[in-house]
């Protein structure tokens, strides 16, 4: 019965990261996400924009999001950084009211995926 518990503690372990304070992995983790489209699907991205490597995003709404890395800026006044979109991906009404993108309820991480996809897909 130990043996079991011993296996099963070191398991989970290894699967949390072994650590909370190991932010090299987290980060690792989460510039790698695979579900950067599926989040952008789910919240209906591809409605309003053009995004490549998202499959059906082809909106007409708000801009293209074709080689956003290159822009100076987000949304006409941020400057163009990953913590910036992730930003404006979660509180475009904080940002700028008014504007057309609505708030969705991403969570902070979710942003961050998605910013690091956008950012680093042409």
Known sequence: MKLLFAGMLIAALTFSGCSKTDNSRQKATLESSP????LMIHYGCPTCHVIPGVPGAVGKVGPSLDDLS???Y??????????????????PQLIH????MP??????????RVAIFLQRHP
């Open 35 to 38: 579900d950067a489209v599926s």
């Open 74 to 91: 987000l949304a006409g006044t941020l400057q163009n950084t990953p913590q910036n979109l992730a930003h404006w991906i979660q509180h």
């Open 97 to 100: 009211p008014g504007t057309a």
């Open 103 to 112: 708030e969705m309820g991403v969570t902070p991480q979710e942003a961050q």
């Open 70 to 72: 290159q822009r100076s």
